[in-house]
T-cell receptor
Framework: DVKVTQSSRYLVKRTGEKVFLECVQDMDHENMFWYRQDPGLGLRLIYFSYDVKMKEKGDIPEGYSVSREKKERFSLILESASTNQTSMYLC???????????FGPGTRLTVT | GEDVEQSLFLSVREGDSSVINCTYTDSSSTYLYWYKQEPGAGLQLLTYIFSNMDMKQDQRLTVLLNKKDKHLSLRIADTQTGDSAIYFCADGGSGNTGKLIFGQGTTLQVKP
C-alpha cells in the first residue's frame, strides 16, 4: 500500500511565525503535490514537484514556498504565517508514469 | 481557467442508490477522478476514468462519463452508513501532469 504521511495532524501557530509542513511518501514516487482545502472551495493546488530539487507553482502559491531535497520528502513553508492561511493542508504523491494520486491524512493549521 | 462543479449535499436512505454528479469545463480532459473523504481524514482514491470510456464499474461503484455534455457521475449501489463522506470529483486535464482541479465536494448523508 502506498503510504503518504504528514508530520502533524494539528498545528497552531502565531501570525508572523515561519511554519514548516512535512510530507513523506514511501513509494519512490517522482511527483509530489501540496493542496489546501477550504470549505466550499474544494482543494486548490499550491505547489508541486516533478522530481528532486524541481518545483513549480500551482494555482495559489502566494505566501508559500517549498523544498524537495530528497525524493521521498516534500516540505511546504509558510515564510510568515497569516490568519488567512488557516486551512487544511493535504500532500499527495504519484508515480510519473501512472494516473493514481495518493493523499496524506492532512494537517489542520490554525494561525492566530 | 478550467472549472469543476458539484452539488454540495445529497441525502439518501440506507439501501438506496446514490448518484453524485459533476460537470467540468475542459473539453480536452483525458482522465477524471472520484475521491472520498471521511471526517478528519485525507482523500481516498475511489476510481478514475479515461475520456475514451463511457462507463466504468467497480463493485458497488459505477462511473458514467458523458463527454459531449462534460458530465461525470458516480453511482453507489446499496448505499451504507459507512458511505457517508464528502465525495470529490477531479479533472486531471489534458496531459499527464498530475495537476488536479477539484470540485467543491458533495457531502453524502446516509440515513438509517
Amino acid at each position: 500500500d502506498v503510504k503518504v504521511t504528514q508530520s502533524s495532524r494539528y498545528l497552531v501557530k502565531r501570525t508572523g511565525e515561519k511554519v514548516f509542513l512535512e510530507c513523506v511518501q514511501d513509494m519512490d514516487h517522482e511527483n509530489m503535490f501540496w493542496y489546501r482545502q477550504d470549505p466550499g472551495l474544494g482543494l486548490r493546488l499550491i505547489y508541486f514537484s516533478y522530481d528532486v530539487k524541481m518545483k513549480e507553482k500551482g494555482d495559489i502559491p502566494e505566501g508559500y514556498s517549498v523544498s524537495r531535497e530528497k525524493k521521498e520528502r516534500f516540505s511546504l513553508i509558510l515564510e510568515s504565517a497569516s490568519t488567512n492561511q488557516t486551512s487544511m493542508y493535504l500532500c499527495a504523491s504519484r508515480s510519473g508514469t501512472t494516473y493514481e494520486q495518493y493523499f496524506g491524512p492532512g494537517t489542520r493549521l490554525t494561525v492566530t | 481557467g478550467e472549472d469543476v462543479e458539484q452539488s454540495l449535499f445529497l441525502s439518501v436512505r440506507e439501501g438506496d442508490s446514490s448518484v453524485i454528479n459533476c460537470t467540468y469545463t475542459d473539453s480536452s480532459s483525458t482522465y477524471l477522478y472520484w475521491y472520498k473523504q471521511e471526517p478528519g481524514a485525507g482523500l481516498q482514491l475511489l476510481t478514475y476514468i479515461f475520456s475514451n470510456m463511457d462507463m466504468k464499474q467497480d463493485q458497488r461503484l459505477t462511473v458514467l462519463l458523458n463527454k459531449k455534455d462534460k458530465h461525470l457521475s458516480l453511482r453507489i449501489a446499496d448505499t451504507q452508513t459507512g458511505d457517508s463522506a464528502i465525495y470529490f470529483c477531479a479533472d486531471g486535464g489534458s496531459g499527464n501532469t498530475g495537476k488536479l482541479i477539484f470540485g467543491q465536494g458533495t457531502t453524502l448523508q446516509v440515513k438509517p
